[in-house]
């Protein structure tokens, strides 16, 4: 093989990598119902029959955008090492961004949509499950294992309600509630 070829596994990773992102950005950006299969294809900057390849259906496209960019984010936070005494924060930072932007877009949509709602429930077990172990890792023992499903409840709920703020005033709302969500569950 001559230097600088690509191996066919990894045209198809680099393939893969780049309808994934491009998933998450259209999701980002135009919501679910704007976006297209074709449109992602487009941005990618790949075929329709790549695209067709290795995603056949939105459904399937969309929902491993979401769960490889899960992935990706989840090593990042325990590569950081994240100080426990800012686990809270961190685990606030995890419904922010292109991530919670593009899960959010499929969580509504799954809801009247019976095909995304049944693609969407094994992503949303593997999400649950990567933020739960992820505070673990961060929290350590400070945090009963039900205190840490509620805390991402909380979080995810804050998250929601912070889209109808301004920055400012999310700001201000976190700085008025974390302290009394820290009192509550802290051991």
């Not at 066919?8 to 998450?24: F, S």
């Not at 980002?28 to 790949?46: C, F, M, N, P, Q």
């Not at 709602?117 to 400070?142: F, N, Q, T, Y």
Request: aromatic fraction near 4%.
């Amino acid at each position: 093989m001559a230097t600088g070829s690509r191996t066919q596994a990894q045209r198809t990773a680099a393939t893969r990598a780049k309808l994934l992102d491009a998933a998450i950005e259209s999701l980002d950006e135009l919501g679910y119902s704007g976006t297209s299969t074709h449109g992602i294809a487009k941005r990618a900057g790949v075929s329709r029959g790549a695209q067709l390849h290795h995603f056949p259906t939105k459904e399937s496209l969309v929902v491993a955008a979401v769960g490889h960019l899960v992935d990706k984010r989840l090593v990042e936070i325990l590569d950081a090492e994240p100080d426990p005494e800012l686990g809270f924060e961190t685990l606030i930072d995890a419904f922010s961004g292109p991530l919670f932007h593009a899960a959010l877009e499929l969580w509504v949509a799954a809801r009247t949509d019976p095909a995304l709602h049944a693609a969407m429930i094994p992503l949303e077990r593997k999400v649950s499950d990567a933020l739960r172990v992820g505070l673990m890792e961060i929290m350590g023992d400070r945090l009963a294992p039900d205190v840490i499903d509620l805390s991402i409840e909380l979080a995810r709920g804050l998250a929601v309600s912070a889209l109808m703020r301004t920055p400012e005033s999310d700001r201000e709302f976190r700085e008025r509630l974390l302290p009394v969500w820290k009192a509550l569950v802290m051991k």
